[in-house]
């Protein structure tokens, strides 16, 4: 089957540094997206790897291993407003398929 | 700035009822999607659409059937409204796959 794999929670402080894997089983891969989605909000692009490495975008760093079927979303210096729900998409090609999320909640 | 808009924000029908959901994008994407919102289970994929008149089943699509007459209007249709239909639908348009544009949802609940 196809699923993908991501942790229901995680907690850190405001200042620190959180990595949220995900891990995934699909046919037809061609990249990993994060999305980001905030309470009664619609979900919001953050970052795709097509290729193996790390990608950074200001505070929010995303990575790929296609060998190992996984990848991270690293966010730093955390912020009270970046909690939120994460999730991790794979694609497919022709659509997304999307991991359960994981709700990150930062505590001052 | 990107703009996907939903009919609805809030929707409540009655059993067996037929259900319209409307979706717009004023980006020219050839893309578009719909999805459903659970807690817990993430967003699942109903259907999506390449091109007008185009149409391919996504992962949950029993119970549904779409619309694509025009590029920037994409219709769900819920032919005959069920209880376990009630969710958080999602509408989405992107030109690459991954990089998707929402909009706000629609939050449909069948009594």
């Known amino acids: 089957g196809q699923s993908l794999e991501q942790p229901s929670e995680v907690t850190a402080v405001e200042g620190a540094i959180v990595q949220i894997n995900c891990t995934y089983q699909t046919s037809g891969f061609y990249g990993l997206s994060w999305y980001q989605q905030h309470d009664g909000g619609a979900p919001t692009f953050l970052s795709y790897?097509?290729?193996?490495g790390l990608e950074e975008t200001g505070r929010f760093s995303s990575f790929l291993s296609r060998s190992d079927s996984y990848g991270y979303l690293l966010l730093q210096e955390l912020q009270m407003k970046d909690s939120a729900s994460y999730f991790c998409a794979a694609n497919q090609g022709g659509k997304l398929i999307f991991g359960q999320g994981t709700e990150l909640s930062v505590k001052p | 700035d990107v703009k996907v808009t939903q009919s609805s924000r809030y929707l409540v029908k009655r059993t067996g009822e037929k259900v319209f959901l409307e979706c717009v994008q004023d980006m020219d994407h050839e893309n578009m999607f719909w999805y459903r919102q659970d807690p817990g289970l993430g967003l699942r994929l109903i259907y999506f659409s390449y091109d007008v008149k185009m149409k391919e089943k996504g992962d949950i699509p029993e119970g549904y059937s779409v619309s694509r007459e025009k590029k920037e209007r994409f219709s769900l249709i819920l032919e005959s409204a069920s209880t376990n239909q009630t969710s958080m639908y999602l509408c989405?348009?992107?030109?690459?796959?991954?990089?998707?544009?929402f909009g706000p949802g629609t939050r449909l609940t069948v009594t």
């Open positions: 790897n097509a290729l193996d």
């Open positions: 989405a348009s992107s030109r690459d796959n991954y990089e998707q544009y």
